[in-house]
């Protein structure tokens, strides 16, 4: 893979993500079965085929436009909070990849801490409140923190990947305090959270895509 990433090389890790919340879906159902409705998992489904349409149907390749056009896409899907979350988290990295048609190690990370200060403004939910946020912020930290350490993008996505399994592992020692499940908060103590279990799902996608 080379050093900086452009829009081929982000399509990749898009496609990575859709992969694995494909494969992982029963989980993530599963999962939600214990205080939702059990369908966090058929939601992604449909997120990521929303995706999977604005990839084929991009009219540009230029970063900020195309992230854009994914993170509206994703906004469409109905189903709770996940599309406006997924999508806010997309549109925010289009922002920071304003003019440009590639970025390194530290400017990938800087798309990524842009889209987790737009999901910020579109949910009040924390580390610690048993969500997505449990794994996104980890992972967004870790990239940074090997980008600025100068690793290679595969090796940042990597870090990232594993603090997004770390934090959604974390979420079972949580109560959940968003959500339908909220009613039932301490009884969902001992299973991970869906929203940040397909967070480090997509991750992983991610991952595994760039070091491809």
């Given at each position: 893979m080379p050093d900086a990433f452009g829009h081929d090389q982000i399509v990749a890790m898009l496609r990575?993500?859709?992969e694995q919340i494909r494969a992982n879906h029963p989980v993530l159902s599963q999962?939600?079965?214990i205080g939702g409705d059990g369908d966090h998992g058929t939601t992604m489904v449909r997120a990521m085929g929303h995706m999977e349409k604005a990839i084929d149907e991009a009219s540009s390749t230029q970063l900020q436009s195309f992230l854009f056009d994914v993170g509206w896409a994703i906004m469409g899907v109905d189903g709770g909070a996940t599309g406006p979350l997924l999508g806010s988290l997309f549109m925010g990295m289009s922002e920071a990849a304003a003019g440009k048609d590639s970025v390194d190690g530290p400017g990938l990370a800087a798309m990524f801490e842009a889209g987790?200060?737009?999901l910020e403004k579109a949910t009040k939910a924390?580390?610690?409140d048993k969500t997505l946020m449990d794994a996104l912020?980890?992972?967004v930290a870790a990239m940074r923190?090997?980008?600025d350490a100068g690793s290679g993008i595969p090796a940042c996505l990597q870090a990232a990947a594993e603090a997004a399994a770390q934090g959604a592992e974390a979420t079972k020692a949580l109560p959940t305090r968003f959500g339908r499940a909220r009613s039932i908060g301490e009884k969902t103590i001992g299973h991970a959270d869906p929203g940040a279990t397909s967070m480090s799902f997509i991750f992983r996608g991610f991952a595994q895509a760039s070091s491809q």
């Open positions: 990575g993500a859709i999962l939600d079965s987790l200060a737009s924390r580390v610690g912020v980890p992972a923190e090997a980008a």
